[in-house]
């Protein structure tokens, strides 16, 4: 196997070429930005993720058929506070509606336009706010639309790596919200991924469904599965690179950063999930299959008795070990070793000693990372997660009101 | 079909004829009663459920083992604050000691005798404090093991009902805790039901396994599955009834006196939950099948986000759609109504006005109702749960110190 050293490098947030957006206030929400656009001065390659919640919301189910007709898009219509999500005809209706005015401002193909809402489930959009506010849209490089698809998200999630492919600087950048209702299958709320780097529709679409499998759809806050979930990836090409091929060392540095830019934000919204202290990794190694890997890490971050011994600093090992054969996994059941933050807990299954003073001081730390040996394989997977804390509870026992 | 009135009353706590229990201190937990047996004057028939957990503990093999040859089983020794699970070939022999002390001062078969423990897991249990426990037990008609089971709970959960079967008076006594750790598959961590009733061992154990499905395993506390997990029914014989055979008028009798114990235990669970301020219960109908019912109720009693905004009083349906359409259920999903406490919510999946403040204020009582219509088939299913609180989050993170 070719080893690729990857030379994409974490930079300052910025667009890539061609991409323009903005983010402003609309009144959805009291005072915080609550609607923006973002979009591409050519058409570009398209692909995208979606929920696999029954009830998919008008929104997410427009967006899905404008990139699966022929992987292409130019513009997004985006806004928070409401869903438009279980609203019938009429939610959808409006979305279409969206899609039309947006086309007409970017003269473009309604064909090339997606929309995605996020926010309470149940309410129409209100047509007359959005219909005002599409005028004040500019073309801005600001990030003001990372701002504006924020619900009860504390920060916006970003991130932005360039590297050289072909001769050429291409960018990746992308942004997502999601706070709570995050457990993925697949996508968290909302993700964004733009770049110019020139890469076919299909092959886009193949490498980001490949790898949200190990990233957003890896990580979990709360068990629940949004009805509005997506993560689209635009790539519009003005970058220049030769166009990327399967098989080839560019390709898989890119593939390689796209692969960073998806991880690092599944994590930001795992370090922000509802009401958070501290994000929590689980790492499982010597699986029999990477499925058995992935299942037992998202196992572990998403039981709240392990959430909430973690919000205590508490290394209550049980809780694991309960969770793990909770699992479906192939397990040997008297091999499983358990550390947290480095420290050994548990060996073949058995407590070990370890200084449980010097472990809950570690567990202080805004990042918590359980690693899992099953010594039943070679395969590994991860998961992200974060504690279950009182302020989980008081926000959503009073979203709605 | 032939329809069967129960004849079977709830009557004040008490034994079935034949047995004796007691419940004590002997320093397992700081001041409460932590240790206990149960056991019948002659050997009774016997059928027990165990956990599906893949680090199922010692006792609840053992006892599983036992009860799995001949269906017989006379006496049973318990324990709380230390579950002996995840303690290797240690906490086995442990187990099997407990079962031959018991055996010795019963004077009876060891193969007569179970074993089941619950607490934290991964500790040993002190023998010592057993081997002197276990002369201080006496064979009373008291509650005072109900209470020896307890951990967290608040409370026993106890229920007994009589009735005539074949001329003879019959009781049913159950009795359960569980408090966290509650997401039964099978099971909550420990259930026992006693009868003086005469029926052979394996039509009780078929009629338990079928019954646990309905009720045990369509509670849930936290999603999390404990390693000790139980439910076992004794049936001694001495109300000297005819045999119960299945096909007659006084077996369905029987076969719902014991639906009604089971499922008033866990009721009694689920509304005990860790933290818990309220029963949440609900029905879905008119489901394409009883898996697809019991697995859309058992869903939404167990998503955080509902269990959340009902400790909040917050009628958020937006929660409860969502949560059905992340199911596999058969879904028509232009067709669902949903109500809570009576009053309709969703009408063919879309809102329906509704008096928020009337609502609001049934969702302070200390039970609530959500019924879920599919409108998708003729098949029904039942679950429990409770709220997600702040006392939830107090609880569990800082049980183990």
């Known amino acids: ?116 809402s996020t926010g309470l489930i149940g309410a129409q959009l209100p047509m007359d706010l959005i219909k005002n506010g599409l005028p004040q849209l500019t073309p801005t490089k600001s990030d003001a639309v990372t701002y504006a698809v924020l619900t009860t998200d504390k920060k916006p999630k970003t991130i932005c790596v360039q590297g050289e492919l072909g001769g050429k600087l291409v960018t990746i950048t992308g942004f997502a919200k999601g706070s709570g209702m995050i457990h993925p299958k697949m996508a968290t709320m909302l993700g964004f991924v733009t770049t110019d780097a020139q890469i076919a529709g299909a092959d886009l679409q193949h490498l980001l469904s490949e790898q949200v ?34 098989g080839t060392a560019d390709y898989q540095q890119f593939a390689q950063a796209l692969h960073t830019v998806l991880s690092a934000l599944a994590q930001q919204i795992a370090a ?61 059941i008297d091999q499983v070793d358990i550390a947290m933050n480095g420290m050994p807990l548990v060996t073949a299954s058995l407590a070990v000693p370890f200084d449980e003073a010097a472990v809950k001081a570690t567990l202080g730390q805004s990042r918590v990372v359980i690693d899992v040996n099953l010594h039943h394989g070679v395969a590994s997977g991860q998961a992200w997660g974060c504690d279950l804390t009182y302020n989980y509870v008081k926000i959503n026992a009073s979203y709605h009101t």
Chains 1, 2 share one sequence.
């Open 1 to 116: 196997m070719q080893v690729v050293t990857t030379q994409f490098q974490k930079v300052v947030f910025q667009w890539p070429q061609g991409f323009y957006s903005d983010g402003i206030h609309i009144g959805l929400r009291q005072t915080k930005k609550d609607f923006g656009w973002l979009f591409s001065k050519v058409p570009a390659a398209a692909a995208g993720t979606y929920t696999t919640n029954q009830f998919q919301a008008a929104p997410t189910k427009l967006t899905q058929q404008m990139i699966s007709q022929d992987h292409q898009l130019q513009g997004l219509l985006l806004n928070s506070a409401v869903a438009n999500s279980c609203t019938g005809e009429q939610g959808w209706q409006n979305a279409l509606q969206e899609q039309t005015w947006l086309a007409n401002k970017l003269n473009v193909d309604p064909e090339l336009i997606g929309v995605a």
């Open 213 to 246: 499998d190990q990233t957003f759809n890896q990580i979990t806050v709360d068990g629940d599965t949004s009805t509005n979930d997506m993560v689209v990836t635009l790539a519009n090409g003005l970058a220049e690179n030769p166009v990327l091929t399967p």
């Open 272 to 332: 922000d999930g509802e009401g958070a202290t501290k994000l929590v990794e689980c790492n499982v190694t010597q699986a029999a299959t990477a499925a058995d890997g992935q299942q037992v890490a998202k196992a572990i971050v998403g039981s709240n008795l392990v959430k909430a011994a973690i919000f205590g600093e508490d290394p209550n090992w049980g809780r694991i070990i309960s969770t793990i054969g909770a699992t479906k996994a192939d397990l040997d």
